[in-house]
């Protein structure tokens, strides 16, 4: 089997930290190079287009491990509502150990708008992952099809917004308060329809980490 190449693997890794603390315009390349220890040749023999191939390919590892690890917990079984809460605790959890981080991909999402098309691309294809594995869940509930996508992609909306206001405030006021609101919006409408796999009382604990 051929052997992983590092120098890509060091690049990936060292620039989504980088983009995720300070952004993309703020991270230039010499700094990535340095953090990940790896030549200015190497790079570009991966990325020929340079930084903002390097940040979509960041976008796609990134998201692709995010909804990878979201969709093992939306088949395990646990109220959607429990699951969605696990998610608002660790970013919040992350949240109080940096408060420079945040979404690993919202800020160079934002910033690809006027950026790089390239970029923008695969936060789209990102946030859409997302979007749909929730989606894909609450249609296994018994949600009609029209209510899944627009309550997943609520629920996507609230929590990155809320994301972005707790970095803001310097505390978790705002995911906690998007944990509630999504704790109501998906029980509501569950209840709404007589689903009963995305429905917890609303006064439930949070039951897992995703």
Request: glycine share 10%; aromatic share 4%; hydrophobic share 40%.
């Amino acid at each position: 089997m051929p052997r992983p190449d590092r120098s890509r693997a060091a690049l990936v890794d060292s620039a989504a930290v980088l983009f995720r603390r300070q952004g993309y315009a703020a991270t230039g390349v010499n700094q990535i190079l340095d953090t990940a220890d790896v030549k200015a040749g190497s790079m570009y023999h991966h990325f020929p287009n340079g930084k903002q191939e390097l940040a979509a390919a960041v976008v796609d590892s990134v998201g692709a491990g995010i909804e990878r690890r979201l969709r093992e917990f939306l088949d395990s079984g646990l109220p959607v509502t429990d699951i969605v809460d696990g998610w608002i605790d660790l970013m919040a959890s992350g949240l109080s150990s940096d408060q420079r981080d945040g979404c690993p991909i919202e800020p160079i999402a934002t910033e690809s708008v006027n950026a790089s098309q390239q970029v923008r691309d695969a936060s789209a294809r990102a946030f859409g992952g997302w979007r749909q594995a929730v989606t894909d869940r609450l249609r296994a509930d018994g949600w009609p099809e029209h209510e899944a996508e627009q309550t997943a992609l609520a629920v996507i909306a609230l929590l990155e917004g809320a994301l972005i206001l707790s970095r803001i405030f310097g505390n978790a006021d705002a995911l906690n308060a998007a944990k509630t609101a999504a704790r109501t919006l998906l029980s509501s409408a569950s209840r709404a329809h007589g689903s009963g796999g995305g429905s917890t009382s609303p006064d439930g604990d949070a039951g897992a980490h995703a």
